[in-house]
């Protein structure tokens, strides 16, 4: 094979002369298979294409493949826009699965953080983002992930600043969260970077650690508190309902008894109304039917009678005085 001499920016360099039809074949070959292979592309079911013309916007392609010019003049970025993006702030995960690993060292300069009440507090928190609009996250801002670190941080610092370390440690995570995820996105809108912030979710919040035993025994006195406030409530809340109950059910005894007594006391009114308006029509023949009803219930009842007329001067000469106690 014969070589030739080429000069490139001063070098000299020994190339094959490509002078045959075999040659040049395969440098047609070559180029046609580079016009091939320049001019298709696909795109994944997360992502979108954005083509670029000489670093322009052309248009934007979803999943799938398709075609573009050749050779450079269209280029394509395939930004992963259904891709849930973690960033991690603290520590960072070394190993994920079931039983993850993370470290914390190194990383004190962006967890350790200045209380509202002047307390200190180590927090570590995670960032979920997703790309909203594939324009605005290529073009508007250059290193869109340390911008995304550094305002998450600013957030988060400033939202910790405004609260005390109790509400850090115990209640106030939360309204955290959603306090920093809200100043996020009003400061990533103001970019314009072209995300949207999913979730902000405090991990540990540890106070540094040469106060830490004692921040520890603070929050076992705090959770004990509270569990008894909640044991407290539970028997409130069943107690007050049991004696309410109770109390309902003696008051409706109690009206059920003056209902019944009030019918009892006018039935027996209206009885003796009854029996007087029939006495007053009938006086001789109603004493005497009383009278009578009155012996047929007391007569019964005694065990001993005499029966004696009106003009004896008295019974004694008819008892026998030495008669025992029930026996004639």
């Known amino acids: ?52 013309r000489f670093g322009k916007y052309v248009r934007t392609t979803q999943s799938g493949l398709h075609m573009k010019m050749p050779f450079g003049i269209e280029q394509v970025d395939k930004p992963k826009i259904r891709k849930r993006f973690t960033q991690e702030f603290g520590f960072r995960t070394i190993k994920a699965g079931v039983q993850s690993k993370i470290t914390k060292s190194g990383f004190g300069s962006e967890s350790l953080m200045l209380t509202g009440d002047l307390n200190s507090a180590v927090v570590n928190w995670i960032v979920q983002y997703q790309i909203k609009d594939p324009m605005e996250f290529l073009f508007n801002v250059r290193k869109v992930e340390g911008t995304i670190r550094d305002i998450s941080e600013v957030a988060m610092r400033q939202t910790v ?74 028997e409130f809340n069943e107690s007050v309902p049991r004696a309410k109950g109770r109390a309902e059910k003696q008051v409706r005894q109690a009206e059920a008894y003056a209902v019944e007594r009030i019918n009892l006391a ?45 003009s004896d001067n ?15």
């Open 1 to 52: 094979m014969e070589y030739k001499k080429v000069v490139i920016g001063g070098e000299e360099f020994m190339i094959p002369k490509l002078a045959t039809a075999g040659n040049s074949l395969i440098i047609i070959g070559l180029v046609l298979v580079t016009l091939i292979w320049s001019s298709f592309y696909s795109v994944g079911p997360d992502e979108v294409g954005v083509v670029l």
């Open 266 to 310: 006018e039935g027996e009114a209206n009885r003796f109304i009854s029996v007087y308006n029939e006495y007053r029509k009938a006086k001789k023949v109603t004493r005497r039917r009383m009278y009578l009803e009155t012996l047929a219930d007391v007569l019964p009842k005694i065990e001993n009678k005499w029966i004696v007329e009106s």
């Open 161 to 234: 600043g405004d609260r005390s370390v109790d509400e850090i440690l115990t209640f106030g995570r939360g309204e955290i969260n959603q306090e920093v995820q809200k100043v996020m996105q009003e400061i990533l809108d103001s970019y314009g970077i072209g995300v949207q912030v999913v979730l902000v979710n405090l991990q540990d919040v540890d106070p540094p650690p040469s106060v830490k035993s004692a921040f520890d025994e603070v929050n076992a006195a705090t959770q004990d508190m509270d569990r008894l406030i909640q044991e407290a409530r539970r």
């Open 314 to 328: 008295g019974i004694l000469k008819l008892l026998d005085l030495n008669m025992k106690k029930g026996v004639k």
